[in-house]
Nanobody
Framework: QVQLVESGGGLVQPGGSLRLSCVASVSMFSFRDMGWYRQAPGKQRELVARFTSGRSILYADSVKGRFTFSRDYGKRAMYLQMNSLQSEDTAVYYC?????????WGQGTQVTVSS
């Protein structure tokens, strides 16, 4: 069974930065689809950044230029560097491997942007 453990969330002031990490219990080489999603209170879960093998990384319009997705297969990890954070970025952030329909999800990490 694939387990994903996220970390790096927290409380940050507007304009600040956070780096989220997601470590998998298995090698990520077999997953052609992985990414970060978020869910704000009262809203549906939405895409933040998604890597699909053979394609460019897809970012939500709202985070383009501020967030950066990366991965390290050797560490079985993916990351989300978040800069210039805004209050609208407040949400629970989830990592996913294998796609949203039949893939695997982490437990989520809370990101709160507030002064």
């Amino acid at each position: 069974q694939v387990q994903l453990v996220e970390s790096g969330g927290g409380l940050v002031q507007p304009g600040g930065s956070l780096r989220l990490s997601c470590v998998a219990s298995v090698s990520m080489f077999s997953f052609r689809d992985m990414g970060w999603y978020r869910q704000a209170p009262g809203k549906q879960r939405e895409l933040v950044a998604r890597f699909t093998s053979g394609r460019s990384i897809l970012y939500a319009d709202s985070v383009k230029g501020r967030f950066t997705f990366s991965r390290d297969y050797g560490k079985r990890a993916m990351y989300l560097q978040m800069n210039s954070l805004q209050s609208e970025d407040t949400a629970v952030y989830y990592c996913n491997v294998g796609g949203v329909d039949s893939g695997h999800w982490g437990q989520g990490t809370q990101v709160t942007v507030s002064s």
